[in-house]
């Protein structure tokens, strides 16, 4: 059998294919790299916002609730068993810290992720004005004097508005908890779907060797196919 030696033409085309090849993996890998980077980026970027509106947001309200706890402690009528002038410390104790659970609240107020949630702060908010206005009535009639009506008034009116505002409190740090894990559910359903894309184009050159590998066997299967059928129709 004569063996044709390749032709210089061949050989150069051959070359030249290889080197397309080449060139083609090297601008993938480098577009893939570049979208990997991007994609952490976005990601880390989106987490870091979503964990620096909702977390310090959650834990403001964790602490108005102590501050409303506090609160309603120095309303205890044990604090105005002292002398006269202990209960008029004792009564301004009580503004001093109710100013500053209305204060804190106003401040929480301002957060954008306190915006994101308006109906339920509004809450809070109605159950604390309507605490506050409660907590200045006792606090008035310790200041006077009038230690039992006080205590009447702690018990039959304040005490259920303690209770109602702890509890818008609790709700709308839940609702804020459950907004942001919706948010970090969909950042990472995407972040999944964007990956799977990543990783299909980052897998082109196998798919594309499996697809020659395929056609090749096709090819070889239908040239024996044909060679069968071929060497059948000369049998005599």
């Known amino acids: 059998m004569v063996r044709t030696a390749s032709s210089p033409n061949d050989q150069a085309a051959t070359l030249r294919n290889l080197k397309i090849l080449v060139l083609l993996l090297v601008v993938s890998n480098l577009v893939v790299g570049a979208l990997s980077v991007y994609l952490l ?5 989106r987490y870091s916002e979503l964990l620096e509106r909702a977390l310090p ?4 309200l964790r602490e108005l609730m102590t501050d409303t706890v ?3 402690r120095t309303t205890n009528a044990r604090n105005f068993g002292g002398s006269p002038q202990e209960r008029v410390e004792a009564a301004k104790a009580i503004g001093s810290k109710l100013d500053e659970a209305q204060k804190f609240r106003a401040l929480l107020a301002s957060s954008q992720a306190i915006k994101d949630e308006p109906l339920e702060f ?4 109605e159950t604390g004005d309507s605490f506050a206005a409660t907590v200045r009535d006792v606090q008035t009639l310790y200041a006077a004097g009038k230690i039992s009506e006080a ?4 018990e039959e009116k304040l005490l259920p508005a303690f209770d109602h505002h702890m509890t818008a409190i609790a709700k709308a740090a839940d609702a804020m908890e459950t907004a942001s894990l919706g948010v970090s559910k969909d950042y990472t359903v995407r972040t ?3 990956s799977t894309i990543v990783m299909g184009a980052a897998s082109w050159p196998v798919i594309v060797l499996l697809g020659l590998l395929l056609l090749t066997a096709i090819f070889v299967l239908a040239m024996m196919v044909a060679f069968r ?7 005599p």
């Not at 980026?41 to 970027?45: L, Y």
């Not at 059928?229 to 049998?235: E, H, P, S, V």
């Open 192 to 194: 999944n779907n964007l």
């Open 151 to 154: 205590t009447r008034i702690r």
């Open 41 to 45: 980026r976005a990601v880390d970027r």
């Open 122 to 125: 509004k809450v809070v908010q």
């Open 229 to 235: 059928g071929k060497d059948l129709a000369d049998m």
């Open 57 to 60: 947001a959650v834990n403001d």
């Open 70 to 72: 506090l609160t309603m």
